[in-house]
């Protein structure tokens, strides 16, 4: 079996409880192990090192023979130039994966060639088989590991250990994928590295009556060649001069930015959809409980989409879901009834219980293979066995469209479609199949965090905020895990949503439908601002950015600069966030200063509406960005990184409540309800001074009619008559004054 995949996407966050290989066999072999490349010293003879590199590999070969029951063993070569301290961590200790329950592995032989030209081979004590002890993982993976010695800038190694099939994961078939490049694991779990090749070969040799069909390599600079030589053929794979592998976040999820090749028996995916059918139908069998258990959904779920959630609500009451790679113990799951027995199952498990109970309900129903975004995209034209997960597709018939059901996750929100499987090859397993299918992916819409943050609150110095978080999509299902799952959940969901505002503590949490099916988990709970407000009469500031939403439920200020930049950028799935942020008033001696106001964008990339209304004794912002689907090539890089700067950079919305003493001054005299002369003619001024001509005319003959004898009465009317327009009445009243003895 091939590393390649094993060794790109296998988990090092394993736990390893580690068994020695006896050192006897270990040395037994080595006396034994043919070489299936030059000697080391012909190899350094050949070879012109680039100080520029900080590794290379010098050559890396793979050997295949396949027998006549399709049985294979595998040997495969690797030499590597070391010119960096970090190179030196990196391939000091050297791990190859493979899978214990089909296959076995030996090291031949390690040998290290010092800068001074001096040979060094690995020790009987460095070799170990890793098996991991995560008590909550259950897999078939194990790890060759071993330490080279002397390792250090300058340094050669150089390493052959072999792969030898112990049991046909499907019968009458063989298949494998094989990377051109060596990927090594970085020292504390830092990753993987490919560094540059000078040549990497692949050969296989099967009887000449054996199929034997290859992906297409010529996207890549590798030559390919078939060769017969009497009952044997030979396939060749010849790779020179390949350059390193930068790996970076955001990469498309296609393998095809490493040169690999993937080679069956069989162009058909009909074939593995047979033998697939062939493991599952056989445990598609049912006992009195698990009849009962039919009959009871039967009496109460009448539809089939009610019976089709009475089926997942089951699943999730009765079967606590245990966590495996889809092929532990090869891909044959357990009895349906035995799975309801037990009352735990891996996911292929969990499909065959779910595919029962729906069947048996009238309702059709498949289970499905499926490669999991971890795994990213294959090329799937060459039909193979590297899916890693296991899931129901109900197709679309009456009563219901088609469903892709999940019912791994633990009380995930029905019917667990989750982003790790949107968009994803999946092989329906049933015996008609005859191509790879491609999951649903979700609008960017339906991946959406909401925010609804009122300010409500004031007191003193302080202001408070009541907060809602809605969510959709990859949202819900990341932060509905996340609060069953995070150690102090209420401690670290408020540090988290401390972070809308940093100068804020957030004083109420609660959590609604964590456990929900039905409804989407949901956040709410208040801000307390601390000493924001300066009192009565002096003005309260707002703020609010998109920012704000960006920092908390994306990552676009950590972009690699456009220098840095090696790959291909790809946002997949798009996403949406969106705000109503309600900015009050203190009271209603405060009066809006709008400062400045969010900026609407529409690109390739991102789309930003942004309105601002003001409404009575408040004023109210709705935020709403898209984040595209997008795959950006390369030289398109610098144009998404200057458009998410101008994002970052844009508009704050900012405002502020301003104490405005005559507004507070006319409030009170309207509501003090008093209808004396001289609170009459201080209500005309003031209305006068707001410009409210019309009202001022109104109280200053009120004031006139009150005390017909007051002179400042009959000069508020003239200078209300005035502003009215009302020019002869003004003079009159003006004179009246001045009669009365009201100095002009």
């Known amino acids: 079996m091939s590393d390649f995949l094993s060794k790109l996407y296998c988990l090092r966050y394993w736990l390893a409880l580690s068994l020695l290989i006896p050192s006897t066999q270990a040395w037994a072999d080595d006396q034994k192990a043919e070489r299936i490349a030059p000697a080391l010293t012909t190899l350094v003879r050949n070879f012109k090192a680039d100080k520029n590199s900080e590794a290379q590999i010098i050559l890396r070969k793979t050997k295949v023979l396949i027998d006549e029951k399709l049985m294979s063993h595998a040997t495969a070569y690797v030499a590597v130039y070391i010119n960096s301290d970090e190179a030196v961590r990196d391939y000091s200790q050297i791990s190859v994966s493979f899978n214990s329950f089909y296959e076995d592995i030996a090291l031949e032989f390690a040998n290290v060639r010092t800068p001074d030209g001096k040979m060094d081979s690995i020790k009987a004590d460095a070799t170990q088989i ?94 390919h060649k078939r060769s017969s030589k009497g009952a044997q053929q030979t396939l060749t794979w010849t790779g020179k001069n390949l350059a390193k592998i930068e790996l970076q976040n955001a990469m498309p999820r296609e393998h095809d930015y490493a040169p690999y090749v993937r080679v069956a028996t069989t162009a058909k995916w009909n074939d593995v959809a047979r033998w697939a059918d062939g493991l599952v139908e056989p445990h598609l069998v049912s006992d009195t409980k698990l009849t009962a258990l039919i009959a009871d959904i039967n009496k109460t779920a009448l539809t089939p989409e009610q019976k089709t959630k009475a089926v997942y609500r089951a699943i999730q009451d009765r079967v606590r879901y245990v966590f495996a790679h889809v092929g532990r113990g090869g891909y044959e799951p357990h009895d349906a009834f035995e799975v309801l027995k037990n009352g735990y199952g891996d996911c292929k498990d969990q499909t065959v219980l779910a595919v029962m109970l729906l069947r048996q309900l009238g309702i059709a129903a498949n289970p499905a293979l499926i490669v999991t975004r971890a795994r990213g995209l294959p090329d799937m034209q060459i039909p193979g066995v590297s899916f890693d997960h ?245 030289q398109n890089y610098g144009d998404f990184y200057q458009k998410t700067n101008e994002l970052i950079e844009s508009n704050d919305w900012a405002l502020s409540y301003e104490y405005n003493k005559t507004a507070a001054e006319l409030i009170a005299l309207e509501s003090n309800g008093k209808t004396d002369v001289a609170s009459l003619i201080a209500l005309t001024k003031l209305h006068i001074k707001n410009g409210a001509y019309e009202k001022s005319l109104t109280t200053a003959q009120q004031a006139v009619k009150a005390s017909p004898k007051k002179a400042e009465a009959y000069y508020v009317l003239g200078l209300a008559q005035g502003y009215n327009q009302l020019l002869p009445e003004s003079d009159a009243s003006f004179k009246k004054a001045e009669a009365l003895g009201y100095k002009l």
């Open 130 to 223: 890793q098996s991991p002890t995560d008590e909550n993982f259950y897999h078939d993976r194990k790890e060759l590991l071993f330490s080279l010695p002397n390792v250090r800038k300058g340094s050669i190694i150089e390493f052959q250990y072999r792969y030898i099939d112990t049991k046909k994961m499907v019968p009458n078939q063989w298949f494998d994928s094989f990377s051109f490049h060596w990927w090594e694991d970085r020292a504390a779990g830092q990753g993987s590295r490919a560094d540059s090749i000078v040549t990497s070969e692949l050969e296989i040799t099967a009887p000449a009556n054996i199929t034997l069909v290859g992906s297409d390599t010529s996207r890549y600079p590798i030559a």
């Open 390 to 634: 296991m899931i129901v597709h109900i197709p679309a018939q009456q009563g219901l469209q088609e469903m892709w059901m999940d019912t791994t996750g633990e009380t995930s929100l029905y019917p667990g479609f989750s982003v790790g499987i949107e968009g994803q090859p999946a092989l329906i397993v049933n015996k008609n199949t005859q191509a790879i299918s491609v999951l649903p992916s979700l609008a960017a819409k339906q991946h959406f965090a909401e925010l609804e943050l009122v300010f409500d609150k004031f007191s003193g110095r302080d202001a408070q905020a009541s907060f809602k978080l809605h969510f959709g999509g990859l949202y819900e299902q990341r932060l509905r895990s996340m609060w069953q799952y995070a150690n102090e959940r209420d401690k670290y969901f408020r540090e988290l949503i401390g972070q809308i505002y940093n100068s804020a503590e957030v004083s109420e949490l609660t959590a609604s439908n964590a456990d929900n099916l039905w409804q989407p988990f949901t956040l709410s709970g208040r801000f307390t601002f601390t000493n924001v407000w300066g009192g009565k009469q002096e003005p309260i500031n707002y703020s609010f950015s998109i920012t704000q939403l960006t920092n908390l439920f994306a990552d676009l200020r950590n972009l690699h600069t456009v220098q840095d930049r090696k790959q291909p950028y790809v946002v997949d799935p798009g996403y949406n966030l969106r705000s109503r942020i309600v900015f009050t008033s203190p009271d209603s001696d405060h009066h809006l200063r709008l400062k400045t106001q969010g900026e609407n964008i529409d690109n390739a990339y991102y789309t930003l509406t942004q309105t601002g209304v003001q409404e009575k004794n408040r004023y109210v912002i709705n935020q709403d960005l898209t984040v595209k689907a997008v795959k950006i090539a390369l």
